[in-house]
């Protein structure tokens, strides 16, 4: 299994400003102080290597959409936030002209997790098969609907691709095209879902748009059994806990720190945060990842918990 | 988990020690309750001493949020002195800084809060 990012941003999709890249470009030549360069890959090689990831890179801007690819001749992808633009273009350049079967599992249908939809190319070839699976009555409606006048030129129904809505039953698993599917119920206005993927001795849990409370013990444990001995979990660590517990509880997003801790418990491998909040630049999402990973240390039983923190174009091989 | 507690003039010293989660943070939220109210009704102010606190998991840091809004509901000004190094790491990664004002020592947070109660802790 490969998990590929293609949209990692909370709520809403952000860009760089001119200003951020000009901020990163003067402090990379200060932190080279005259270095030269023999070649651009020297350079690459020097910006990997001596440089923060926050400033060599970004964590980047679109809003949820995840891919997992299975080996298989299907594509799996969760979400189709305003990454599934980029994620629709792979799709076709790896298809080559060759219709595409994609299999969609939606964690809910608010904006920020559909907006991507009307840019998804592979929708606009006849050939392509789209299957998308879901939790909620609403799911048909919510695609058709942000297509629909005045919202979006092209409707639903002009779309060449066969779309078909598959609903799904929260801990019902099921085989779709060798892997092994599961939901699970999250806490989220209007409800959220999130899914275990299985494979022999491979395991993949996408969680995201999901409050933990804490007082809750019956939905902590049920937590941990669905993320049991996971491979990789994708985490909505959106808030501070702080915040998550205080001015926004009820907002339907967690933690770096619930993270952490339901993963120790259920002994994942390794943890990746999710769904950054908009607000944060990428030196800020780099310090809570280095937080992240302290907490982590601090808090360590006998099984160490890798933990990276998403970005647009991460891959991570499972 | 034991809550040591010595009042200072007007300001409470109270002093969880041990670990504070899952297990036991409603036993913890049942102590410190009744010197909540009382702290309410006497207008005196709350001093939470951490230094026998060895680990706070997210359910203990819980408590402490429970406790803060209660306080601020309630106009009692409550604050933290003497976190252990790893305790002191927690509530900065969990962004609990924010919430409490914390002072390296006790006596430092009793003279912040009534310098009445800092005199009372200097005459032991």
Redesign the interface.
Known sequence: MRVRFWGTRGSIPVALTSADIRDKIAVALMRAGGRSFGSIGEAYAYAEQHLDFSLSHTFGGHSACVELETGRDEYFVCDMGSGARPFGAHVLARQAGRPATVNVFMSHVHWDHIMGFPFFGPAYVTGTRIRIHGCHDVLEHAFRLQQAPPCFPVEFAQLSADIEFVRLTPGEAREICGIRVTPAAQMHSGDSFGYRFEAPGKSFVYTTDSEHK??N?AQ?ERFVRFFHEADLVVFDAMY????A??VKADWGHS????GV?LCQMARVKHLVLFHHEPAYDDSTIEGVLR??R??EE??RGTQALQVSAAYDGLEIDV | MPLAHKLYDTALVLAPAGRLDHDNCESFREDLAPHLERSAKDSSSIVLDLSGLEYVSSAGLRCFMLAAKQAKAQNIRIVIASMQPVVAEIFQIARFNLVFEAYPKVRDALAALSPAAAADFDRG
């Open positions: 804490l007082e013990r902590t501070s806990l702080a915040d517990i205080s933690s770096n720190i619930i801790e937080e992240t302290r907490f601090l808090t």
